[in-house]
């Protein structure tokens, strides 16, 4: 799947977003405005001003919807949700050729709020992959003691873990062991 840098950067702000809100054990990571600071800085995003509470506030309310989407129940739902969201966000595509990067689209307003920011950039990323037939892509990890959200940018489509180094691996090797186990008690 041929996906451009921008929709690339608007996707890992999108799951890296919804991997904030704390899932299982994990605590939520955007629990200050510093938290939100550190956030937008991760991720280089552009035209953002003065942060307050209420920017902290309106981005939960924005990571709850994409977690929506993520959970949605079939690309009617999804397309919904995300229509919803990006016409909230006040939407308005606009070229740009800001901090070194080559022309590419910002689908937020000028001044707009950072929650708009993500909604418009991350809301039309994923809709992308809605019109290119491939909501499917997102998913969560299957690994029973983890949930977080992420793209399957595989060939195949057949990525089933967040990080195959970390819950992957682990899932992997527990499953060794367990056979391990079972032929030794034979």
Request: glycine share 8%; proline share 2%; net charge negative.
């Amino acid at each position: 799947m041929l996906i451009n840098h921008d929709t690339r950067c608007a996707l890992d702000s999108v799951i890296d977003l919804v991997n904030t809100s704390g899932e299982g054990d994990e605590p939520d990571a955007l629990q200050d405005l510093a938290d939100l600071h550190r956030f937008v800085r991760r991720h280089a995003i552009s035209d953002v001003g003065t942060l307050g509470e209420e920017d902290l506030a309106a981005v939960r309310g924005v990571r709850a919807r994409f977690a929506e989407v993520f959970a949605a129940g079939g690309t009617a739902e999804a397309a919904r949700l995300l229509n919803a969201m990006v016409a909230a966000a006040g939407t308005t595509p606009r070229l740009t050729d800001h901090d070194g990067y080559d022309w590419h689209i910002h689908y937020f307003a000028p001044g707009s709020s950072i929650a708009d920011h993500l909604a418009a950039d991350g809301g039309m990323a994923l809709a992308f992959l809605v019109v290119a037939g491939e909501r499917e892509r997102l998913r969560r990890c299957e690994a029973p003691d983890c949930r977080r959200a992420f793209v399957d940018l595989s060939r195949n489509r057949s990525r089933r873990y967040c990080d195959s180094r970390t819950c992957g691996n682990r899932l992997h090797v527990a499953a060794y062991r367990a056979r391990r186990r079972e032929a030794a008690e034979q």
